[in-house]
């Protein structure tokens, strides 16, 4: 049963016991037990908090979703904007590498990048959002009819090119960025934020274990998050070098999901005959949930595409994330090259 996305805040009056002071007029008769004046508990109206359903945090007003395909190699970095992300998912690409795909709705940058290409993992992710913005620098032509089919407004470079600036001092392909004022103008009717599953609150009592750091690893490709008792976050190292943001700081999170997945060879494939990545995101399977320091073995489920993705506990209660941004290591037990 999921829980309710929101926080109800009260604060209640304790019972306050009052002196009694003693006079003549006051004494209490012989063999009587003096009585003790009590204040009669005050209780102040509950206050009910929305939970914003990709981060559990407060919200206002819901808005819409803008999904942005991110380069996440060493000549890629630093990268724009992820710090503002509610969710980043780490999917496998081609030759065992790995690329992003961040989800910006509760707080969206002024600008992201390095914006990379579309993926087929993408189409099968993007529809529990409804149908958001989406934003990539090209795809393999072959793949150019399953995006218009896809459930996300195209908002790519070759759709929407006044979005797209070259930064400065950075090579291409890495130097493609995106204004996101503009990404979204041309998306007016991306789905706004909506329940994909997640639930948010206290950890389990039980089944955690102590981690400092936990692996996860790819055929070319390596992240290590490690918890951060100052930050109250899992801070992120890929291929052994800090995940640092263009804003400053090292990249890091409340809460890193692995979700092992089933991973097989697509019909696409780059001009090296290197074979795209189909990361099945739905169906079920077991994920290991990162937070508050420890580590616990959680289930998955995605009934369908256009549904969120429930994860529970192994007795089978919701799993419930820190609330804040989220993680989602979408990961194999035998990693393979397709």
Same mark, same amino acid.
């Given at each position: 049963?999921?829980?309710? &996305? ?19 007029s006051d004494e209490p008769a012989a063999g009587q037990a003096p009585q003790a004046t009590t204040a009669a508990p005050s209780e102040e109206p509950q206050e009910e908090v929305n939970a %914003? @359903?990709?981060?559990?945090?407060? =919200? *206002? ?24 992300? $509610?969710?980043? =998912?780490? *999917?496998?690409? /081609? ?15 002024? #600008? ?13 992710? !993007? ?21 218009? /089919? !896809? ?5 790519? $470079?070759? &759709? ?5 600036? &070259? ?26 934020? #909506? ?8 950890? @389990?009592?039980?089944?955690? +274990? *102590?981690?400092?750091? =936990? ?14 008792e100052t930050k109250k976050q899992w801070l992120i190292w890929q291929d052994g070098k800090k995940d640092v943001a263009a804003e400053g700081g090292q990249l890091g999170a409340?809460? +890193? +999901? ?8 697509? /019909? ?6 290197? =074979?795209?990545?189909?990361? %099945? ?12 320091? #420890?580590?616990?073995?959680? #289930? ?5 595409? $256009? ?6 506990? *192994?007795?089978? /209660? ?14 194999? &037990? ?5």
């Amino acid at each position: 049963m999921r829980l309710p &996305r929101m926080f109800t805040l009260w604060l209640a009056g304790a019972a306050v016991l009052l002196p009694v002071a003693a006079c003549s007029s006051d004494e209490p008769a012989a063999g009587q037990a003096p009585q003790a004046t009590t204040a009669a508990p005050s209780e102040e109206p509950q206050e009910e908090v929305n939970a %914003h @359903p990709f981060t559990g945090k407060p =919200y *206002e007003n819901l808005r819409p979703v803008l999904a942005v395909k991110i380069e996440n190699t060493a000549a890629g970095k630093p990268q724009l904007g992820l710090k503002s992300a $509610d969710i980043v =998912y780490i *999917e496998q690409v /081609e030759a065992g590498l790995t690329r992003l795909m961040a989800i910006f709705s509760s707080k969206v940058p002024a #600008k992201v990048g390095p914006v990379r290409s579309a993926r087929i993992s993408d189409l099968h992710i !993007a529809p529990q959002f409804g149908k958001p913005a989406f934003s990539y620098s090209g795809a393999q032509t072959k793949m150019l009819p399953f995006i218009a /089919e !896809a459930s996300l407004f195209d908002v790519g $470079d070759t &759709r929407n090119p006044g979005a797209y600036f &070259r930064q400065p001092g950075r090579f291409a392909p890495y130097n493609l960025f995106a204004n996101t004022k503009q990404l979204l103008a041309k998306a007016p009717k991306a789905t706004k934020a #909506k329940d994909i599953g997640y639930t948010f609150g206290d950890a @389990p009592a039980e089944g955690g +274990v *102590e981690r400092k750091s =936990y692996t996860v690893k790819w055929p070319a490709a390596r992240f290590t998050f490690g918890w951060s008792e100052t930050k109250k976050q899992w801070l992120i190292w890929q291929d052994g070098k800090k995940d640092v943001a263009a804003e400053g700081g090292q990249l890091g999170a409340p809460t +890193v +999901v692995v979700q092992y997945t089933k991973t097989e060879r697509s /019909e696409f494939h780059d001009k090296n005959q290197s =074979y795209t990545p189909l990361v %099945h995101s739905t169906g079920k399977g077991s994920a290991i949930v990162l937070r508050d320091g #420890k580590a616990f073995k959680a #289930k998955w489920e995605r009934e369908s595409e $256009d549904g969120g993705t429930t994860f529970t506990t *192994e007795s089978g /209660e919701p799993m419930n994330f820190a609330p804040g941004q989220v993680w989602v290591a979408l990961a194999s &037990r035998k990693p393979v090259i397709p």
